[in-house]
């Protein structure tokens, strides 16, 4: 555990609370219907708010805690998150691609369609600026949250050989459960259940990838390529 970083109950107490944050702006981002206000606030949540913390905890400026999950100065480890990135990467398209063709008959895209409509008033004239946003804004925020920021602050908090697994599970499955909250309408209960699983899983696999290499390059990578192959279905429902 790092020197800087203040192991206190108030530390613990904030880090666990945070779990609850992007759920949260998740809430907002309904309550308001509009996708822009939705992605300002969870801009907030993921970034602003995290650095914050992150500065105060570690006691460092707010550009050191910022740079923190950025930043690898090993080249080795640097090449290691590029071939893991992109190979998974692939791995998670794949998965994306033949998951949408062996459960389409599940999902209700007339649905699907009318929720985007209406909860975020995602129009199909906009959605090519939300894609934009879900590839190129949504991952770095999502992965600088859960693996740069949260992740990585209990990692620093754990003294025990138990508390530093618990909370990479723990972690992984907040992971899911915020992005699926805001989907429960679109699928069956059992197919809520595997994607939920599965989403979990992959934060925790996503977890591994920031300890192993100390930065979220190769998250974020892995994140961008799934996106990039979901926005493509969205233009096909559009």
Known sequence: MPATTRPTVFT???????????????GMAVAFQHYGIGLAVRL?????????ITAWMRKESLRAAFLHPLVIRDRERLRW????GFLMGLVGVILIVGGYFLLQQF????DIRTSLL??????PSVYPWVALAIVLVNPFMEEYFWRGFLHRSFQDLSTTQFQRPFFLMVTGIFFAVHH?????GWFTW?????????????????????????????????HVMADIAIVMFGFWMF
């Open 44 to 52: 907030f949540v993921h970034i602003a708010l995290p650095v914050l």
């Open 107 to 110: 999902l209700n895209f007339d």
């Open 12 to 26: 613990w107490l904030v880090c666990i609370a945070m779990l609850f944050a992007p759920l949260a702006a998740q």
């Open 81 to 84: 998150s590029l071939r893991a």
């Open 190 to 222: 059992p197919l809520f259940l595997i994607a939920t699983v599965f989403l979990a899983a992959v934060g925790m696999f996503f977890n591994w990838m920031y300890s192993k290499s100390g930065s979220i390059l190769s998250s974020w990578i892995v």
């Open 118 to 123: 209406t909860s975020f008033k995602v129009q």
């Open 180 to 184: 699926m909250v805001i989907v429960a």
